[in-house]
């Protein structure tokens, strides 16, 4: 029986990590060792160390900023640019999600093999003993490529799109990681517009949707 891999997309805060962890209870549930994976792992545990001593330098300036100024504005504003440890992983602020976009694409991808950080996720698909794995950080075509590549004898691969309208901040959104798969034939598209009810009920009908496929 092949092992299946699901890729999640999205733009940022369109649900993809709430999708992930949603799918991932339902096939536990049913009793399928399922893992969640993520292919910007290493490049936050790269970054997280790697810039430790600036996150503590600009922590404690900014600290002090705070401490000083009774402006509610200049204090969120501060408060919003430290970087603490959570800030590399899933709370991301604007701050850390600048360092991981450009260190991620600009120095690894672009500057030395695009293929990079889709190649550090195989051993543990190929190793793990789950019969699932659910990715929700998919961002590049050749993401998919690789994957069907190496794996695509063993594993079945879906990939969903999470669509969900809200503000973008330009700075960020603009960057090629959070566009470079509007045109991707995707598998599956899942309507994140409505409550938390209504994303749950379309994740359910994604869930049957993969069993039968």
Known sequence: MKKQI?????????????????????????????????????????????????????????????????????????ENLMIHQKNWYEEKNDSTRLILQDVGTRLVRDAMDADFWPRQIIPAITAGKEEVYIITDFRFPNEYQVLKTELGKTCTIHTIRIEREIPEKEHISNHPSEDSLGTFPFDFTVNNRGSLADFERALDELFYKLQRS
Do not use: M, W
């Open 6 to 78: 699901i890729l999640l997309a999205g733009k940022i805060n369109s649900g993809k990590n709430h999708a992930g962890s949603f799918l991932e209870q339902r096939y536990i549930n049913q009793g399928i060792p399922t893992a969640h994976l993520f292919f910007a792992k290493r490049l936050k545990d790269l970054c997280c160390h790697t810039f430790e001593r600036y996150s503590t330098y600009l922590q404690n300036e900014l600290t002090k900023i705070v401490s000083r100024s009774d402006d509610p504005v200049i204090r969120e504003i501060a």
